[in-house]
């Protein structure tokens, strides 16, 4: 059946929600004109007054250090400052709860106060302080944009959005709008997944949320409502409407302010009016599912999730064990490359097996272990049967990956390292000019210290036979192992662990620990 019949012939019948906010039942859902979508019924609808009316009320109850009220009287660097610290937090937000933001955001301000301290840190230092945020790439976007407006503009933020996204590394259309919009109180309009879902249901529209042509109508419905004299005010009054309202389930419609203006919610009223010229009918939505009952919530359009891709990666925890109890333990610890996932964060000794239809034989686990220290150990065992067993094993899940890492513990007693051969491993674990270090023994103070993604400090519980965190289950692992030598220079030797680890899927941000949200447009 073509689109735009199925669109005609659809129908629907309402049932009414047991919640008391919810809209009265209706009887059909009618095919629509497409002029029911124009953003100007919003405007004429007095969205502004009402949206902005409700955020003066509600604007510190979530206690954001970020959010304050414009003052015309910062010119210049205090300008600059101010859209700084907005930029900051934009960052953070996306793809991360404004609940875990918040300390981050605290500690990175008293770390790097100002635009300056951040291009002037490295970025070791800056992974480090973003430990735990997840999302990786965007500490290091952040820090060269934070570079290239020291080195370009004088320090000083730009106030143009085209000026921002076209020539700041990191800030994309979404990010440009929210700094000028609240920072420089200029009209433009901002579109993140909140304000998104707010305007879809204000307009009715039930459009593949992921086609061209609905980002482009939202931010030109996000641009057409944006208030031309606070406009800082409004984008964020959108956006905490989205976060805490018009939320993608069980939304207390009744305590909306802008109901009034709400298609999605009127429907179950006073459906959308008919259209006697086919010319003029709207051909963008998708009908509604027919084995649902009508509900706010079935707007906007779900978009189709990938499944993650199942990985598997061979962690090799290397630890010194000196003879003297007086010394101190230290860990072997691997830079990754600068790109990609986890992009400049130190790792313990890993290799991530090819991807295969099945799960790798223990015997594949093992031929991974065995590459790894002959890697990194000068003396590294040869035989099957001197490869410690794993300590254990557990589930981490990145956005696009679901990843098994098995973690073995590896005992030495001398601090020799093999040397790095110039090929494969070599252009892998490249780092930036003038990075001298890709690899190092570090104590346990600089190891809590140094910037690593959550996964492999959980590897190092497993090593040590701690419980593991894994999402809705638990992971554990118990290890043994005893290291033997001749000190320093003497031949290697590997201690080994068993036990098991378990743990189910933990959606990550990066999904690292930090929680996901909506803020992921740019």
């Known amino acids: 059946m073509p689109a735009q019949q199925a669109v005609l012939t659809h129908t629907l019948s309402f049932k009414k929600r047991p919640r008391a906010e919810s809209p009265p039942a209706a009887s059909t859902f009618d095919a629509h004109p497409a002029s029911v979508h124009e953003p100007a019924r919003l405007v004429e609808g007095r969205i502004r007054e009402n949206l902005l009316g409700w955020y003066g009320g509600v604007k510190e109850n979530r206690g954001m250090p970020w959010r304050k009220d414009w003052d015309a009287s910062l010119v210049g660097e205090e300008r600059s400052q101010r859209a700084y610290e907005i930029w900051v937090s934009e960052i953070m937000l996306q793809q991360t709860q404004t609940a875990t933001v918040i300390p981050y955001y605290l500690r990175w301000l008293a770390r790097f106060p100002t635009l300056e301290s951040l291009a002037s840190a490295t970025l070791e230092e800056v992974n480090t302080l973003w430990t735990g945020l997840g999302y990786y790439r965007r500490a290091r976007m952040l820090h060269e944009g934070a570079i290239v407006v020291r080195d370009q503009f004088g320090g000083v933020v730009p106030d143009e959005v085209g000026v921002l996204e076209k020539r700041v590394p990191g800030i994309g259309k979404y990010t440009a709008g929210a700094i000028c919009s609240i920072a420089f109180n200029k009209p433009v309009p901002i579109l993140d997944g909140n304000v998104a879902r707010v305007l879809s249901r204000q307009l009715a529209l039930h459009a593949n949320p992921k086609a061209k042509s609905t980002v482009d109508a939202l931010w030109k419905a996000a641009e057409a409502v944006v208030d031309p004299s606070q406009p800082g005010n409004f984008n964020q009054a959108l956006m905490e409407l989205g976060a805490t309202i018009c939320t993608p389930k069980t939304p207390p419609c009744g305590s909306c302010p802008i109901s009034s203006s709400c298609r999605a919610y009127l429907n179950a009223t006073s459906p959308h009016p008919a259209t006697a010229d086919i010319e003029d009918l709207c051909v963008s939505c998708e009908p509604l599912s027919a084995s649902a009952p009508y509900a706010v919530t079935l707007y906007p359009a779900k978009a189709e999730r990938k499944k993650p891709r199942e990985e598997e990666c061979v962690v090799g925890v290397v630890e010194y064990r000196p ?78 990956i679901r990843q098994t890492l098995i973690v073995h513990r590896v005992l030495v007693d001398s601090l020799e390292l093999a040397p790095l051969e110039e090929g494969k491993e070599a252009k892998r674990r490249k780092v930036d000019a003038g990075e001298a270090v890709r690899r190092k ?71 690292e620990e930090a929680e996901v949200s909506d803020r992921d447009w740019d």
Not at 350 to 374: E, W
Not at 458 to 469: H, I, Q, T, W
């Open 441 to 511: 023994w570090v104590g346990e103070e600089e190891l809590a210290k140094l910037g690593m993604g959550t996964g492999m400090r959980k590897c190092l519980g497993v090593a040590r036979g701690e419980e593991v965190d894994a999402g809705k289950g638990k992971g554990k692992g118990k290890g043994k192992g005893k290291g033997k030598g001749k000190g320093v220079g003497g031949k290697t030797a590997v201690g080994g662990a068993k036990g098991s680890a378990k743990g189910k899927k933990k959606v990550e941000s990066e999904s």
């Open 323 to 400: 003879a003297a109890a007086r010394e101190a333990a230290q860990y072997l610890v691997v830079k990754r490359e600068e790109g990609g996932l986890l992009g400049g964060l130190y790792e313990f000794p890993a290799l991530t097996l090819p991807l295969s239809t099945k799960p790798h034989t223990p015997s594949a686990h093992s031929k991974a272990l065995r590459t790894l220290l002959q890697t990194h150990l000068p003396n590294p065992p040869t035989g099957a049967a001197a490869l410690p067993k794993p300590a254990g094993q557990f589930v981490h899940v990145f956005s696009h």
